[in-house]
């Protein structure tokens, strides 16, 4: 069915028109964008007309980095976030104590103990008299540090005895007993959790679609493994899939996704699998992102780094030696110096043009811009995260070198591709919460006043632009995806408001109108 989209503000992204009023759909292509009388005029009776006045109309919007999967799981879990004492905390997991069978986990996420009023980290004796037949794991919102009983340390093997695994960290009391709160120790953990079951994860993929087609959401950047990859495969051959899905891998698993015919820059046009993901550092919450200079609020400390240079330099040669690009993980400003220096390494070897992504590049040496633009290295950016962040950074990071955390600004200024995303399930995958902080720099409560270093902040297009074109070329995909430009696809998001009219704490309360992906319509507002 042909779709007519008329009386609008529509944001193109195509530099050779960037503003219309309208747009016209044809066979789940762009046939064009114009003005309402230009459209008006391709309008048969077969035509489906959407009078839009009032609304933005968007290139489909995709969140270039989360953890798909995981978030529809996450949308089951015990929510802890926004929380704001230990004691909200516990009566979250005595609720779920009385609705799970003894002995089945408990698993929790987003708490946050800078948002306490108990002003101290928690640990197991804030859990244990809750669930004694329940092991429990709760995440914090960082992602990277878990709180758990002593039922479910006891099934981890977690003792006195437990030497740190490298890289990690098991918090102990003055004897040396763990006391239920460990770093970095997420993936030991859930070893010894029942994985969910291949029917779980789809049905957690269907609830994470769902949820980003309500936020305007066509396309995903996920960052997860096979097991996660055979969900939504599933979902697909079911014809249940409808929006794009830009797989990643880590590098461990490239072989046997290569033996199941899974091959980097291949897949679908809703699903393939587009880069090999790696991990550089920790994070800035739990004081385990890689640092040129120390921490200012622990001189002791500069970070973990997960990976030497060679092991790093060595996995992006895997990424390469199959003819993909890597997305690596880096937070503190020396992983990310790291994560050139194994780009430029790797690049020596494999020539060629390549489209290499840095994930979060929270905090740059300034030095790092101009390596960015003339590596052609994408920074791919979750403001979202500096709602709850920078507080924690100017402490940790200290005023000075803050200047450049999380400098969207300056990158743009510097000429590197920025693209955004939510993290998810870190945080929700409403793309609008990004734009407030993208550009207002505020949190929720608007503070500060004229924003966090003011001077990175970005317009209403530059965020656009951060959600659709970009990503489009970090998948190689610039060619039919990223624009409303006539012959491309027709993913659309139309918002319920003009973003451009909106104060900036209205945006993250903006509904959306009407995503559609390929024509097709994925969600309407009711
Ligand atoms: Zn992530």
């Not at 590049?361 to 030095?367: E, G």
């Given at each position: 069915m042909d779709i007519a989209i008329l009386n609008s503000r529509v944001f193109?992204?195509?530099?050779?028109?960037?503003?219309?009023?309208g747009v016209y759909i044809k066979d789940g292509k762009v046939a064009a964008v114009g003005s309402t009388a230009e459209i008006q005029a391709m309008c048969t009776r077969g035509t489906r007309i959407f009078e839009l006045p009032g609304r933005l109309v968007t290139p489909g919007i995709v969140?270039?980095?989360?953890h798909f999967v995981s978030f529809g799981l996450y949308l089951e879990r015990v929510d802890l976030r926004d929380l704001s004492s230990i004691a909200a905390c516990r009566e979250r997991v005595r609720t779920a104590a009385a609705q799970k069978t003894a002995g089945d986990w408990i698993i929790g996420r987003g708490w946050?103990?800078?948002?306490?009023?108990?002003r101290r980290e928690p640990s197991s004796k804030d859990l244990d008299d809750l669930a004694p037949n329940h092991p429990v794991m709760l995440v914090r919102c960082c992602g990277h540090t878990v709180w758990l009983n002593s039922m479910a340390m006891r099934l981890a093997g977690i003792t006195r005895e437990t030497v740190d695994a490298p890289g990690a960290r098991i918090e102990r009391d003055v004897s040396g007993h763990p006391i239920g709160l460990c770093r970095e120790y997420r993936k030991i953990i859930e070893k010894v959790i029942p994985p969910p079951t291949l029917e779980e994860r789809k049905a957690a993929a269907l609830r994470a679609q769902a949820e980003a087609l309500r936020y305007g959401v066509t396309g995903v950047h996920t960052c997860e493994t096979l097991a996660e990859w055979d969900a939504l495969a599933a979902a697909e051959t079911e014809g249940q899939l409808r929006i794009r899905v830009h797989h990643t891998l880590p590098p461990e698993e490239v072989e046997r996704a290569k033996a199941r015919?899974?091959?980097?820059?291949?897949?679908?046009d809703r699903l393939w699998f587009g880069q090999v993901k790696l991990f550089a550092d920790g994070t800035l919450g739990s004081g385990t992102a890689l640092l040129?200079?120390?921490?200012?609020?622990?001189?002791?400390q500069t970070g973990l780094e997960c990976l030497t240079a060679s092991e790093m330099q060595d996995r992006v040669e895997v990424a390469y030696r199959h003819g993909g690009d890597v997305a690596v993980h880096a937070i503190g400003d020396l992983a990310t110096t790291n994560v050139l220096d194994a780009i430029a390494g790797a690049r020596k070897k494999f020539p060629g043009p390549k489209r290499d992504r840095v994930e979060h590049?929270?905090?740059?040496?300034?030095?790092d811009f101009a390596r960015f633009r003339t590596m052609n290295v994408?920074?791919?950016?979750?403001?979202?995260?500096l709602h709850t962040d920078m507080f924690v950074a100017e402490k940790k990071w200290g005023m000075d070198r803050c200047?450049?955390?999380?400098a969207w600004k300056s990158m743009l200024r510097e000429g590197v591709k920025v693209q955004f995303g939510s993290d998810a399930p870190v945080?929700?995958?409403?793309?609008l919460l990004s734009f407030h902080a993208a550009m207002a720099r505020q949190n929720a409560a608007g503070e500060p006043a004229n924003g966090?270093?003011?001077?990175?902040r970005l317009t209403l297009e530059e965020t656009i632009h951060a959600f659709t074109t970009v990503p489009a070329w970090t998948s190689r995909k610039e060619g039919q995806l990223?624009?409303?430009?006539?012959?491309?696809?027709?993913?659309v998001t139309v918002f319920?408001?003009?973003?451009?009219?909106?104060?900036?704490?209205?945006l993250p309360v903006t509904q959306v109108e009407l995503t559609m992906v390929g024509g097709e319509i994925g969600y309407r507002r009711e």
């Open positions: 193109t992204g195509d530099q050779t028109r960037p503003w219309a009023e969140d270039a980095h989360l946050n103990e800078h948002i306490w009023t108990d015919g899974i091959e980097l820059g291949k897949g679908s040129h200079a120390p921490y200012s609020d622990d001189p002791s590049v929270q905090l740059m040496h300034p030095a994408v920074a791919s950016c979750q403001p979202v995260h200047r450049y955390g999380y945080e929700h995958i409403n793309p966090w270093f003011p001077i990175e990223g624009s409303l430009t006539p012959g491309k696809i027709a993913d319920a408001q003009d973003l451009a009219t909106l104060q900036p704490q209205e």
